[in-house]
């Protein structure tokens, strides 16, 4: 047994040593990373595919992208975003053709509060917008209260709104498509969002934890920290209260899981391409478990080396 082993493996040897080079597949792609940031480069056979990760944040120190990072965007000749200009300009054009489904007024929502909760509600956007909204969707009102929670008269900071400024009159394509992103913008049902805002309300106005998450958060995105950043949305995103586990399983399949499934199939198209691209969306969807990465590196379209 051990000859006749021993006999396989070397007749193994001398097929992969002196067989034609093109019987076997060309070398897979491998991942680099950029350190201290979320930036990623994959050389395909005739492009390179420039990927960095972007947060919508309200500090103004992740706009301070390195030069390099710079330069390979300025010399790139497609570029990827979340939405296309199409499609954002469509958005800002026409927003009740996004949010209209929500603007059917058949709810009753003050009957899903108690009186404190409709007093604090009143208190935080205004009795006559509560009024205004407590016949619509309730995924209208969480965005309104929490609007209140992160916008405390700070500028809010984008990455994503800086390249595309730095674009001009560029175009620029969509990993999403118009169905993904109406999915992803709304990803809980009813019951939800009626949850979430009982939720909200228990906490307001103390945020201080969420706070200091998003302080971490912002601060592993600064030093390109992937595994420490994915570990914070981990922890945001792990719900406290059992009425909000089905809507964080809903988040993680529409917001996160369905969309990277989606993005990657795109990756690998513009990986056979001609063409350097440029790709800037959201980090969380290059970091951690299920990351669109991983799903690249499954299918055998790249290699992603120890520690990223």
């Known amino acids: 047994m051990k000859i006749n082993s021993l006999f396989t493996r070397l007749i193994v040897l ?6 034609p080079g093109s019987l076997f597949p060309e070398s897979v792609p491998r991942l680099e990373k950029k350190k201290g940031s ?36 300025d010399n790139s000749e497609l570029y990827y975003s979340e939405l296309s200009k199409s499609l954002a300009e469509n958005l800002m054009a026409f927003p009740m053709d996004y949010i209209g489904d929500f603007f059917e007024p058949v709810y ?18 205004g009795e006559d917008v509560y009024r205004k909204f407590s016949s619509f969707h309730p995924f209208l ?17 984008s990455v994503d709104k800086f390249l595309i400024d730095r674009l001009g009159d560029k175009d620029y394509q969509g990993l999403d498509t118009e169905e993904s992103f109406k999915d992803s913008l709304c990803p809980g049902s009813f019951d939800d ?54 809507y964080y399983k809903s988040f993680n399949e529409k917001v996160l899981s369905a969309r990277n499934r989606l993005w990657a ?15 800037f969306a959201g ?10 990465f991983e799903i690249l590196a499954n299918e055998g379209i790249l290699v992603i080396p120890a520690g990223l």
Request: hydrophobic share 35%; glycine share 6%; with cysteine.
């Open 14 to 19: 001398l097929l992969l040593l002196f067989l």
């Open 108 to 125: 009753q929502i003050p009957g899903e509060f108690s009186h404190n909760e409709n007093k604090l509600i009143s208190k935080i956007i």
């Open 193 to 246: 969002y009626i949850a979430l805002i009982k939720e909200f309300l228990k906490k307001y106005p103390d945020f201080k934890e969420e706070e200091e998450l998003e302080k971490d958060l912002i601060s592993a995105y600064l030093e390109g920290d992937c595994r420490k950043f994915s570990g914070i949305l981990d922890k945001i995103y792990t719900p406290e209260n059992n009425d909000l586990t089905e």
């Open 265 to 279: 199939d795109k990756i690998k198209i513009v990986l056979n391409g001609d063409k350097d691209v440029f790709i």
């Open 141 to 157: 009102l969480y965005t309104l209260l929490s609007g209140k929670k992160e916008n405390k008269g700070e500028n809010i900071y």
């Open 283 to 292: 980090a969380a969807h290059f970091c951690g478990r299920n990351s669109i």
């Open 38 to 73: 979320m930036f990623w480069k994959i050389q395909g056979e005739n492009c390179t595919v420039y990927i960095l990760g972007t947060l919508h944040g309200s500090s103004e120190n992740i706009l301070n992208l390195d030069k390099e990072i710079l330069n390979c965007f």
